[in-house]
């Protein structure tokens, strides 16, 4: 498993984690196990949130019950949630009391004194930057959380919280995978007249993360879009999967390691979130980790998501 830096933290952390936002209704055992198969490949690093399960912190409070972690075994893992979605709206909170109650109900339900990462869980269009940033300092002047970070946040937004936030924002989680890249693609056919994937609408995120040392941690990895089903064996990508298959036989791994390493390849060293509950497919995806993918697969890939390569 390869490793790539968390943002300036100063941590290495594995290029591929463990989402947990689907585990509300497994037992015990199959949480362990699960667990267990992505420490076997080398992912030491889990995904939360306070709006998974079926009510507030459910997936929180279903993993610390299943796992009851020893002191020793939490120091090994790095533990990220989020906090900003309030589920009875819809809508997002940024402010000190709510930042800092779903913190402190995050770690009551994962039995934990502290978070390695905390995200903001998408942007609150009434975000007050001063109100980030006094519950940022109470949480790491009080040692609930070490790290901060964001999801789903534009350039501009990201600089208007640092106008107030002192704290290194480590991470940006956005959603990615080969077929739902266009944070990757508008900048291959930028310029293009009359394509609209040419079309920037996210203002440069990836070149401003990477420019700003922030890591990028890709979600649905393998969707085809937002939500609509995964392109992997889907006929809708015949083309795609053809490639897909090609490779993985030429790297004997499965057809998931390949999506998986397609992301992984890419040098901005992005974390690929797996969201997946099977054990099997947890295995299958990290060796994608290591796969060594040419510049030609890595484009040939991409062309057959039906992106264009000028």
């Known amino acids: 498993m390869k490793t790539v830096p968390l943002g300036t933290s100063g941590r290495q952390v594995p290029n591929v984690v463990l989402g947990l936002m689907r585990i509300q209704q497994m037992d015990d055992d199959a949480v362990r196990e699960l667990v267990r198969t992505a420490r076997d490949a080398g992912i030491d690093f889990v995904d939360h949130a306070d709006v998974y399960g079926d009510a507030l912190h459910g997936c929180e409070r279903r993993f610390a019950e299943a796992m009851q972690l020893t002191p020793s075994q939490r120091e090994e893992l790095t533990i990220q949630s989020k906090a900003g979605i309030v589920r009875e709206g819809p809508y997002f909170d940024f402010s000190f009391d709510h930042l800092v109650s779903s913190v402190e109900e995050s770690l009551k339900a994962l039995d934990t004194d502290y978070l390695d990462v905390l995200l903001l869980h ?25 790290s901060f970070g964001v999801s789903n946040h534009t350039p501009g937004q990201i600089e208007l919280l640092k106008k107030s936030v002192r704290q290194p924002l480590v991470a940006n989680q956005l959603q990615l995978s080969i077929t739902h890249a266009p944070l990757v693609a508008q900048g291959v056919a930028a310029n293009m007249a009359g394509l609209d994937q040419s079309a920037g609408r996210d203002g440069g995120l990836l070149d401003y993360c990477r420019l700003h040392d922030i890591t990028v941690q890709a979600w649905s990895p393998f969707q085809a879009g937002f939500f609509t089903g995964v392109f992997l064996g889907s006929e809708n990508y015949p083309e795609l999967n053809a490639v897909i298959d090609r490779l993985a036989a030429k790297y004997d791994v499965p057809a998931i390691a390949i999506a998986t390493a397609w992301i992984t390849r890419h040098p901005a060293g992005m974390q690929v979130v797996l969201g997946t509950t099977t054990p099997e497919r947890v295995a299958g995806a990290a060796q994608g980790s290591d796969v060594p993918l040419t510049r030609a697969e890595w484009y040939e890939l991409f062309r057959a998501a039906g992106y264009t390569v000028p």
């Open 122 to 146: 998408r942007p609150d269009a009434l975000v007050e930057p001063d109100e980030v940033a006094r519950a940022f300092d109470h949480l790491e002047s009080t040692g609930k959380v070490r």
